[in-house]
């Protein structure tokens, strides 16, 4: 199976394999019933090593890293720490023995402030006395300066993983383990985040960098160790593999570039969004002002901008969750001549709308459901799935599968709960279960965030053949590289407000890297300024 | 320091072992409980959990016991699979109870079974206004229907304390606070069962109560309207992308448990009182709340928890007129059960983690 693995460049990667490693896995092995997660494992990282883990949906790295975290038992195998065989039993003493996780997903409190975020989640022994001068030195040493005041509301997601880092940070953490987290990030904001890791690195503590985007992979980590369903495939020294090489191994198969889309020819408008504004709802919402978008039949439109600017509200706006309550708010949003703006959800898909939220857990999809049961949650209006009030079990079943065929959604069982599903193949689910119906327009907001690249890739090329076929699509979406890959025009959102909207092959990456992250650095600066009067 | 850690997979025997479990548990510390007090531990929970069901008669007056039970938590169950806490059940039983005997009480006269439907389709109504109130007042100005569905509750209390006092009074019963009797055409028959006969007090309503069961979880199951409940009880921001209306849920379930609680109300007055009085139910519509959560809010469950909760009140009068244990012992028993069963349910979904506090401390500085 390793025909293609190059292990023996891994053995020149650097100077620190001289030394003992720090952490060593071997043999490690976890099933869920028959699906084997990880088999057979051999995993080794040393002190002061920038390692990534590498892998598609499915293929095992959350299992793996929640074995190191000891949120799961190995089936088989062992762990040696600093040469010592180990049991990692649950997280509490792995971060006891030094290892820090910064999740995909934080895990804060958006009513209390920074240091009341990081003292919750020390252990009891910590002292607190002077915690927010701790954290408003320890993050202005690694320059990602935080205000220990500040509410973690206020802050962007960039600004919330930060309070994740230096809460791992102030444990004097000797591994540190990072899922995904570059996902949320601006351009900028990434390469600051690389800044901290290098110098983690730098003082002796091994970072393991979970993420998909091989560039980064590249650019950080000096050694990689790649996974394809549960299995090892290979470990590699970075430097010396190409991206493609890097997503051969991960896929085990030749990838396929996507061209970058060429503007259809002149077409019918679809949807028409005019002077939408949105006052904001409570201090955790942004206000949206005098939104005008408009897309065309077999075009893809992204909406560029860092979360927290007002995509979760334009996109409730846009599914019709939350509809203009004042008067003469007529002709808002319409779809070809007619007014959609008072319609709910329900009506806007009747309509020949189609909506995927950012959110898979709770608000796409529910977990505690089956896929069958999701498969109503957006399709209860189709023929056959209702009658006289009665759910047909039978269609909604056979049309879960229909989808889990087409989009390649690999789930554990038959008709599984929707939390069974890794997010990957979650969200495969919920955009296939939208685009199976040829929606006129479709709706969608972060489509791949926290899916690594063959389901990203997947997502892409399946929105890309739907706008093809005379849909439009309109993208929000944090991921710039996604966005330049499959859409016509692009806009950001930045504070509630659009900017101009360009063509995709009349602008550049870094100028709309600056129109996103604008608002933010006046930010860090006040951050900064702030965190150096209180150290 | 003691932990909860979620477990990853639930073995399948835990799901079952641990009700069992549960309930051995709840009988031990039963039996601890009547030792402590110096009753024969064993001749006591044979009197609470035996003797009320050694008589077919018995078995009757069970099922006639779990009726108003079982109707009640079917309808809180839909409640508290929205996410709706509607703790007003006693409340809106004894609105219902109102209503039936307003219209019973207005046609003293009437020989027509058709008397009787009017008396349950006017509870039904006068329970899911009842039920309407909280559910009104949390859809347009959010505020906590716990705290309104309990208050309204003891409105309703002294409310039917005042109409049998004032302005309902049967004149002719001697200044007791009693209305005149229903006519026979408003009464539930009891029911005769082909080839036993009578069965103790065994009444028509209980067959309803079966039905409304049956139908719950039906509906509940495999309805589009059941799985909206469950759809916004669930994930309220799902329901609410697929298009559905949190208000309407919330008055639909606030509405239909009132009227179930109604409907059980009318039939417990029309079945064994057979007239209004100011105490009506004897806490069904709390002890219900208990029900719900014992069937796990499953309505075909509440059918068997209604019975063993029946059975624990039976009991705790058996047990009463033969060894004089308190009554009050009846409400530690469900009191014990329902702790067990959580607790057990708890421990099927998490284990408990011993944390020794050296294990922290020893390394946390390397």
Redesign the interface.
């Known amino acids: 199976m390793t025909q293609t693995a190059p292990k023996t460049t891994a053995r020149s990667a650097t100077a620190k394999l001289e030394q003992a490693p720090l952490l060593v896995g071997f043999g490690m092995t976890k099933s ?2 028959d699906l084997v997660a990880n088999k057979d494992i051999d995993f080794t990282i040393y002190a002061g090593e920038l390692h990534a883990l590498l892998g598609e949906n499915g293929a095992g790295k959350s299992t793996f890293i929640k074995m190191i975290y000891g949120l ?1 038992e190995p089936d088989q195998g062992h762990l040696e720490w600093q040469g010592e065989s180990v049991t990692i ?2 997280p ?2 792995a ?4 290892i820090g996780m910064v999740f995909q997903h934080f895990s804060l409190f958006d009513a209390l402030t920074v240091a009341e975020n990081i003292a919750l989640a020390l ?3 910590f002292p607190r006395q002077n915690l927010s001068q701790l954290i408003a030195t320890k993050s202005a040493e690694y320059g990602i300066p935080l205000n220990p005041d500040n509410l973690v509301a206020d802050l962007s997601v960039g600004q919330q993983q930060r309070v994740e880092i230096v809460r791992c940070l102030l ?2 953490p ?1 591994l540190l383990i990072m899922d995904e987290p570059t996902s949320v990030l601006t351009p900028q904001e990434t390469d600051q985040l690389f800044k901290v890791l290098r110098r983690l690195a730098e003082q002796g503590c091994a970072v393991l960098f979970i993420s998909h985007k091989l560039d980064e992979i590249k650019q950080l980590t000096s050694r990689a160790t790649i996974l394809r369903a549960g299995v090892k495939v290979a470990e590699v020294n970075t430097k010396d593999q190409s991206k493609r090489q890097l997503a051969e191994l991960m896929i085990g198969a030749k990838v396929k570039d996507m061209q970058t889309q060429s503007t259809p020819e002149k077409s019918k408008t679809l949807l028409t969004v005019t002077g939408l504004s949105r006052p904001a709802d409570g201090p955790f919402n942004v206000a949206l002002r005098d939104i005008n978008l408009s897309v065309r039949a077999g075009e893809i439109l992204g909406i560029a901008g860092i979360a927290g600017n007002g995509q979760s509200e334009l996109m409730d706006a846009l ?3 939350w509809r203009p309550s004042y008067p003469n708010a007529g002709n808002m949003i319409q779809l070809g001549a007619d007014d959609i703006t008072k319609l ?4 806007r ?1 009747r309509a020949g709308l189609a ?1 995927v ?1 950012e ?1 898979r857990n ?8 089956t896929l069958s ?1 999701n498969t ?3 399709g ?1 209006d189709q023929d056959n799935v ?1 009658r006289g ?3 047909n ?1 039978d269609q909604t079943l056979a049309m879960a599968r229909q989808i889990s065929k087409t989009y390649d959604v690999r789930q554990p069982s038959d008709d599984p709960l929707a939390s069974s599903l890794s997010g990957g193949n979650l969200q495969k689910f919920v955009v296939g279960r939208e685009i199976i119906k040829s929606p006129d327009v479709l709706i969608v907001s972060q489509p791949t965030w926290g899916v690594d690249i063959g389901a990203a890739q997947f997502i892409r090329t399946a929105m890309a053949e739907l706008a093809k076929q005379g849909s439009a699509v309109i993208m929000i979406s944090q991921d710039l590289e996604e966005i330049f890959q499959i859409a016509h025009q692009i806009t950001v959102l930045n504070a509630g407000q659009l900017s101009a909207t360009f063509k995709t092959r009349d602008i550049t990456a870094e100028r709309i890297g600056l129109l996103m992250g604008e608002s933010l650095q006046a930010d860090d600066n006040i951050s900064q300024n702030k965190a150096g009067v209180s150290s | ?1 003691i ?1 909860l ?1 979620k477990r ?2 639930v073995p399948t025997y835990l799901t079952i072992a641990v009700p069992l479990l549960s309930i051995l548990v709840t009988l031990l510390m039963g039996a601890l409980i009547f030792a402590m007090l110096g009753y024969p531990p064993l001749q006591a929970l044979y009197e609470f959990f035996i003797a009320p069901l050694s008589r077919p008669d018995q078995i009757g007056n069970l099922f006639v016991k779990a009726c108003p039970l079982i109707i009640i938590s079917t309808g809180l169950i839909f409640c508290f699979r929205a996410n709706v806490w509607n703790i007003g059940a006693e409340g809106q039983l004894i609105l219902g109870a109102m209503g039936a005997g307003w219209v019973a009480l207005s046609f003293p006269e009437a020989e027509s079974r058709m008397l009787i439907i009017g008396m349950a389709v006017m509870a039904m109504l006068a329970g899911a206004l009842w039920g309407a109130i909280p559910g009104l007042l949390k859809v347009k100005f959010k505020t906590n229907e716990i705290l309104v569905s309990l208050m309204l509750t003891y409105i309703a209390i002294f409310l039917v304390d005042w109409t049998v006092r004032s302005p309902w009074r049967d004149p002719m019963a001697f200044g007791f606070p009693l209305t005149k009797a229903y006519p026979d055409a408003g009464l539930i028959p009891l029911m005769s069962l082909p080839g036993i006969g009578r069965l103790g007090q065994l009444h028509w309503g209980v067959p309803v109560a079966l039905l409304v069961a049956i139908g719950g979880w039906f509906y509940l199951s ?4 059941g ?1 909206q409940i ?2 916004m009880g ?2 309220p ?2 329901g ?6 949190q208000s309407w849920v919330t008055m639909f379930v606030m509405m239909l448990s009132g009227a179930l609680a109604g409907l059980a109300g009318m039939i417990e007055v029309s079945a064994n009182i057979g007239m209004l009085q100011p105490q009506i139910s004897f806490g069904y519509g709390f002890t219900a709340i208990i029900v719900a959560f014992l069937a796990r809010l499953n309505p075909l469950a509440a059918i068997a928890a209604g019975l063993v909760v029946a059975l624990a009140e039976l009991g705790g009068d058996a047990a009463q007129i033969s060894m004089r244990i308190p009554k009050v012992v009846t409400g530690i028993f469900n009191g014990i059960l329902l702790f067990m069963l959580l607790a057990g349910e708890t421990l099927t979904h998490y284990r408990i ?1 011993w ?1 020794r ?1 050296a ?8």
């Open positions: 869920f019933g799961l039993s649950n509490q003493q971060r006891a023995m030094g252990p009891p022994d444990q004097n000797a599914t019709g969750e709910s959800p329900a009506g898909r909506f939220p959110e709770g608000h796409a999809a529910v977990p505690s459901m049961e109503l949650l957006t209860y209702v009030g009665m759910i079990h | 320091m932990m850690q990853k997979d495999r309805s589009l309207g799985y469950k759809l669930d994930a921001r799902a609410r992308f697929a298009g559905f209306s983690v944390i506090s294990e922290k401390g020893g390394k946390s500085h390397g």
